[in-house]
């Protein structure tokens, strides 16, 4: 394996990161969060980990908002407000060291015979310099204002269960 593919899945383990952010509860690994703001109104936010495109980002917030929605006994929303934000953060990957043995067992053969040995060879280094690797995390933010059937823009509104059937699978609902 290349050097720096090794440290690449260090980093990646080290920040507990098992592939793109899931469809989860925010945890240490990115996920999503609610808070009621009114009876019909959420904010629904979204933090993906370093391995989580925007869009995947947005449409997970997106399904959450559709799943929002729907617990609370509505059939549609709309997105008030949107915003998307990025940080960026410097990950420093140290030298690491290896050490390989290897075992054999070999035939001699010569003028008195053959002869059977064992040989054992150990092999030590380092592998790359410190590397620093940019790490870049994705959020989105939705305010939204759920609807029933009897309110006022209602046909205007995104259907939560379109938005599941359309989307759910993809991010793992």
Known sequence: MHPISTCAIVV???????????????????????????????????????VTSAGRVRTIALVRAADVTLQNGFQRFVILASNDAESRHLATLYPGEYRASTTGVGVITGPYGARQMTYTGTTRGTYQPPTQVQITKHRATFEILMLKSRDAGFEDGLDANQIIARYGKEVGR
């Open 12 to 50: 990646l383990l080290s920040l507990g990161i098992h592939g793109c952010t899931a469809y989860n509860p925010d945890g240490f690994g990115g996920g999503y969060s609610d808070t009621p703001l009114a009876a019909n109104r959420y904010r629904v936010d979204v933090r993906g980990n370093g």
